[in-house]
């Protein structure tokens, strides 16, 4: 491990414990709580979403499911690993340089925080352009429906972000103890490989979010000129719907919690203004929200919680838009001049799915 010339260790150069732990910004409350919604929500949405993959028989929901269960064991173990660190810290108030002279410990949770930071991202963005071909693109997807390769999808996802997070290992950027001491990241400097390392990561992030909206957006598009064709009792889309709203939703909630952060360190790096360590702190814990929120739309949004909220309404009678004819004729009118090319292959490739998506539960 690098040292400096007065032989502090180089994770400890800019901040060097111990801290004042008076400060406000360094409350204990904030983690526990934190750690705590956030396991328990992970695990509620792991045990529905093996509940659902038993029972369901359809191969694009079935992909789905393996995804969102990726983003939910990589939430938890997040929550897990980086919860357990801090809620450590924040009891035993430890000397970083006594317990962890050689930074090895504080690389290891930079590491850890890169890549439980992206692969949140990393995993929307996959979702989007899988969603984005099974609604567009049917005929592509059709030889691509296996378990087996979306789990190695998922896998190729976790490679990927741990590869960037490993990057300061192979010198191209560096990790560094943050105030108030209970976390270790990225050294967030507009010098040298710290600006590359610290750009790689933003800009990863960022671009996700980006490919995230725009897929989901021409998906949302396609799929109501589909639920709002004409032929609309060959065409029911209820489990697209519920697919497409909860990924939605995912993407949402992943732009309002990690733009914070990521546009943070952009802008840090990019103008060479110093850091203030409150904003920094206020978007890691911004980012920590969508660990804890992710897990809630599966558990809220299915078909099976809306029935028990609304059991007065009739669900086995097709899509939403086909009991309502003038807001899907409005909708159909709307939308008709654009992705014309997508819903006529849309419509002709998902038909073999129709039947079975009554059957889920």
């Known amino acids: 491990m690098n040292v400096s010339v007065n032989d502090t260790p180089f994770c400890y150069t800019i901040n060097n414990p111990p801290f004042n732990y008076t400060h406000p910004i360094a409350s204990a409350y904030y983690p526990f709580i934190f750690m705590t919604l956030g396991l328990t929500s992970n695990l509620i949405a792991l045990v529905v979403l093996v509940k659902s993959f038993r029972t369901?028989?359809?191969?694009?929901?079935?992909?789905?499911?393996?995804?969102?269960?990726?983003?939910?064991?990589?939430?938890?173990?997040?929550?897990l690993v980086t919860g357990c660190i801090v809620g450590t810290f924040h009891v035993t108030h430890f000397n970083w340089r006594t317990l962890d002279p050689h930074c090895h410990f504080c690389n290891f949770m930079g590491?850890?925080?890169?890549?439980?930071?992206?692969?949140?991202?990393?995993?929307?963005?996959?979702?989007?352009?899988?969603?984005?071909?099974?609604i567009t693109m049917p005929f592509v997807r059709s030889f691509s429906k296996k378990r087996g390769r979306t789990i190695y999808i998922v896998l190729s996802v976790w490679t990927f972000a741990g590869s960037i997070a490993l990057l300061p290992v192979l010198g191209v950027g560096s990790f560094h103890l943050q105030k108030p001491g209970s976390w270790c990241f990225i050294n967030i400097s507009p010098e040298g490989t710290d600006m590359v390392f610290s750009l790689i990561f933003s800009l990863t992030g960022l671009t996700c979010i980006t490919v995230s909206f725009?897929?989901?957006?021409?998906?949302?598009?396609?799929?109501?000129?589909?639920?709002?064709?004409?032929?609309?009792?060959?065409?029911?889309?209820?489990?697209?719907?519920?697919?497409?709203?909860?990924?939605?939703?995912?993407?949402?909630?992943?732009?309002?919690?990690?733009?914070?952060?990521?546009?943070?360190?952009?802008?840090?790096?990019?103008?060479?203004?110093?850091?203030?360590?409150?904003?920094?702190?206020?978007?890691?814990?911004?980012?920590?929200?969508?660990?804890?929120?992710?897990?809630?739309?599966?558990?809220?949004?299915?078909?099976?919680?809306?029935?028990?909220?609304?059991?007065?309404?009739?669900?086995?009678?097709?899509?939403?838009?086909?009991?309502?004819?003038?807001?899907?004729?409005?909708?159909?009118?709307?939308?008709?001049?654009?992705?014309?090319?997508?819903?006529?292959?849309?419509?002709?490739?998902?038909?073999?799915?129709?039947?079975?998506?009554?059957?889920?539960?």
């Open 56 to 79: 369901t028989q359809s191969r694009s929901r079935s992909s789905f499911l393996i995804f969102l269960g990726g983003l939910v064991v990589t939430d938890f173990m997040g929550l």
């Open 111 to 134: 590491m850890t925080m890169v890549f439980y930071g992206l692969c949140p991202l990393l995993l929307g963005a996959t979702m989007a352009v899988e969603r984005f071909i099974g």
């Open 214 to 361: 725009l897929l989901n957006t021409v998906s949302l598009v396609t799929l109501i000129r589909v639920c709002c064709g004409h032929d609309r009792k060959q065409r029911r889309r209820d489990y697209e719907i519920e697919m497409m709203v909860q990924l939605i939703l995912i993407m949402v909630i992943a732009s309002i919690c990690w733009c914070p952060l990521l546009i943070i360190i952009a802008q840090t790096v990019l103008s060479g203004a110093k850091l203030q360590a409150k904003n920094l702190l206020l978007g890691l814990r911004f980012a920590t929200g969508n660990q804890i929120l992710d897990p809630w739309v599966y558990i809220l949004f299915r078909r099976a919680v809306l029935k028990r909220l609304y059991p007065r309404f009739d669900w086995s009678r097709g899509s939403f838009m086909s009991r309502y004819p003038s807001i899907s004729d409005t909708v159909r009118r709307l939308t008709r001049s654009s992705l014309g090319n997508a819903l006529s292959s849309s419509e002709t490739g998902e038909v073999r799915e129709i039947t079975e998506t009554n059957q889920q539960p």
